[in-house]
């Protein structure tokens, strides 16, 4: 019974260790919250999602989605902002998983986290994350950034956790929107450590210059 339970317990642990926490906040750029989640899916990896209400209204300006529904067929467990009993508002239950990233993430998401106002479940579970020093990525989409934002974001950082604007670069010569998300998806993705090829990296990359001969 003994080694049944420990074999049980192993797996549960290698479980977890591929599980990420994504969060999706009301900030404009809900495309690269669906983008992650739809990646982590096709590369073996479990996702939780904590959506907040502001979210799901863009999401439907944005995107025309409802992202309960799009979640779902992700095969992703999903918590709504003011399920404050869910399990990562524990940090007993975040310990072993890869990671927390929160795309996008809003200005306000941003500001609670740096100040430790775990006023919803979404701050709350990105606060574990910092206590327990596990692997916290913000992808900030806001532009421009003022002073409050700036003190915020390095207060984050000090604390141990990764902001990650939302900047594609042009490098690996980008052909149209997609592969600017692509792009921004695969960072997010190497700051987890997880292997991609969802952009090219600026050792494969082409010297090319499609992107300025796109432009007039």
Same mark, same amino acid.
């Given at each position: ?14 479980d977890?260790?591929?599980?990420? $926490? ?21 590369l ?8 907040s209400?502001e979210?799901?209204?863009? +999401? ?6 409802d992202?309960?529904? &799009? &979640? ?11 399920q ?18 929160i ?22 579970t ?9 692997? *916290? ?10 002073? $409050?934002e ?5 207060k984050?950082?000090? +604390? ?16 149209g ?11 997010? *993705?190497?700051? *987890? ?11 494969? +990359? ?11």
């Amino acid at each position: 019974m003994g080694e049944g339970m420990d074999k049980e317990t192993r797996t549960e642990s290698r479980d977890k260790k591929r599980t990420v $926490i994504v969060g999706i906040s009301g900030a404009s750029g809900i495309i690269y919250g669906i983008r992650t989640v739809k990646a982590l899916k096709e590369l073996g990896y479990k996702t939780e999602v904590i959506l907040s209400k502001e979210a799901k209204k863009v +999401a439907k300006i944005e995107c025309d989605i409802d992202l309960d529904s &799009f &979640f779902k067929a992700q095969d992703s467990i999903i918590y709504d902002e003011d399920q404050i009993e869910a399990p990562p508002s524990s940090s007993s239950h975040i310990v072993e998983t890869r990671g927390m990233v929160i795309v996008p993430c809003s200005i306000k998401t941003l500001a609670e986290i740096a100040n430790g106002i775990a006023s919803n479940l979404l701050s709350r579970t990105a606060l574990n994350f910092l206590r327990v020093r596990k692997r *916290l990525i913000l992808v900030i989409r806001e532009t421009p950034l003022g002073t $409050i934002e700036l003190q915020n974001a390095l207060k984050v950082s000090k +604390a141990g956790g990764i902001i990650m604007p939302a900047s594609p670069a042009f490098y690996h010569s980008p052909q149209g929107v997609d592969d600017l998300i692509n792009f921004v998806v695969g960072k997010i *993705l190497d700051l *987890l450590k997880i292997s991609n090829s969802l952009y090219k990296h600026w050792h494969t +990359a082409t010297a090319n210059h499609i992107p300025c001969d796109q432009t007039s």
